[in-house]
């Protein structure tokens, strides 16, 4: 029991982890052409960072790398708020989300 | 007993995150970033991060994605269409993704003198975080707060007016 409890995963994993999260985040941002799923994308790379800075504050028991990733909990929330603010006045606009049909700035 | 939640909860949010991309519908897509949220909270539980894991499953799963599926229930989202733009994105996009991947990889492969993660290892607690929080960072938490009245004020002012100017002017065109 005690071997089984005292497996350990290496800290590389979990970077590895959220360099793959980032890079998918980047992908759906280049894939999709609805607006919601691009925001969303940009929330998947946010959370893919946040993993690495909890990852390395633990390797440095630094307590300062988790309030970062709390700062940036909060402004992805704002973001969140004003983006999709935003996406409604788009649509109200445009009465569409396809990003290959919203090429004008002027409404 | 790490190792095996590590590999689990990691595969539902490599799973998630897949899914993300494959869904055509957004409905679909902002249920699994929920999946993707909760087990990256498991993740940080396993890293010693109870306030951040909570705070994860309250801000990010609760708060955000409920905005999220609100507006793309309100906005009526249909399925996304197909375009010669989605095909030039993934044409170029995906060996840039492959390349940018690589690169991440190899220089965290690289490094030197990663330690490991054990559950022995201890959690950092919500009264140790908040004594740093509140007392060396509270000028940074209460600029935070301002952002936030800001963003709310902000989302009022674009969303909340009734867009009679746009009709007006679809009606001049």
Not at chain 2, 124 to 137: G, I, P, Q, Y
Request: glycine letters at 8%.
């Amino acid at each position: 029991m005690s071997s089984f409890l005292s497996q350990e995963v290496p800290l590389s994993w979990y970077l590895i982890l959220s360099a793959i999260l980032f890079s998918l985040g980047v992908a759906g941002f280049l894939i999709k052409r609805n607006l919601i799923t691009i925001f969303m994308s940009i929330e998947l790379m946010l959370n893919g960072v946040n993993l690495s800075f909890v990852t390395f504050a633990h390797q440095w028991h630094a307590v300062k790398g988790q309030i970062f990733v709390f700062f940036v909990m909060m402004v992805a929330a704002a973001e969140a708020a004003v983006g999709l603010a935003i996406i409604i006045a788009v649509f109200r606009a445009r009465a569409t989300l396809a990003v290959d049909r919203i090429d004008r700035m002027k409404l | 007993m790490h190792l095996i939640l590590f590999l689990v909860f990691a595969g539902f949010c490599l799973a998630g995150a897949i899914n993300l991309l494959l869904q055509g519908h957004p409905i679909n897509s902002a249920l699994s970033l929920i999946v993707v949220m909760t087990s990256l909270a498991v993740l940080y539980l396993l890293l010693g991060a109870e306030f951040l894991a909570i705070a994860q499953v309250i801000v990010y799963a609760g708060a955000i994605m409920v905005l999220f599926t609100f507006v793309v229930m309100l906005l009526n989202a249909g399925r996304e269409e197909r375009t010669m733009g989605s095909r030039v994105g993934g044409v170029v996009g995906f060996p840039a993704v492959v390349a940018i991947l690589a690169m991440i990889a190899i220089v965290i492969l690289h490094m030197q003198g990663l330690g490991v993660a054990r559950l022995s290892d201890g959690i950092t607690s919500t009264a140790e975080l908040s004594a740093v929080l509140f007392t060396k960072l509270l000028l940074p938490f209460e600029v935070t707060s301002v952002l936030i009245l800001i963003a709310i004020l902000g989302a009022v002012a674009l969303a909340g007016h009734d867009g009679s100017k746009a009709e007006e002017r679809k009606g001049e065109q």
